[in-house]
């Protein structure tokens, strides 16, 4: 699965997370995501988060749930 299938079937239920303006303010295209499968189905997405100057201060990670097309937060 792609970052581009993701998007789209989270826009009803998360569908601010890929806005272009939520990403404009992490310095974030769809095209900085890795997409990687588990073994329990889900998938695992992450993003460096960038400031002003493109360095990275972080980064976006979620689990993308198929069956719920929900974007899971991954607790610290």
């Known amino acids: 699965m792609t ?3 993701i998007k789209q079937k989270t826009l009803g239920t998360q569908p601010h997370f890929f806005t272009q303006s939520s ?3 992490f310095h974030q295209t769809l095209r900085d995501y890795k997409v990687y ?12 988060m960038k400031d002003n100057t ?9 689990l993308f749930n ?5 974007l899971e937060f991954i607790p610290k």
Do not use: L, S, W
């Open 66 to 70: 198929p069956e719920t097309n929900d």
């Open 3 to 5: 970052i581009y299938e």
């Open 54 to 62: 493109g360095k990275c201060v972080g980064h976006t990670q979620r």
């Open 23 to 25: 990403m404009r303010f």
């Open 37 to 48: 499968k588990e073994t329990d189905g889900k998938y695992f997405i992450t993003a460096p």
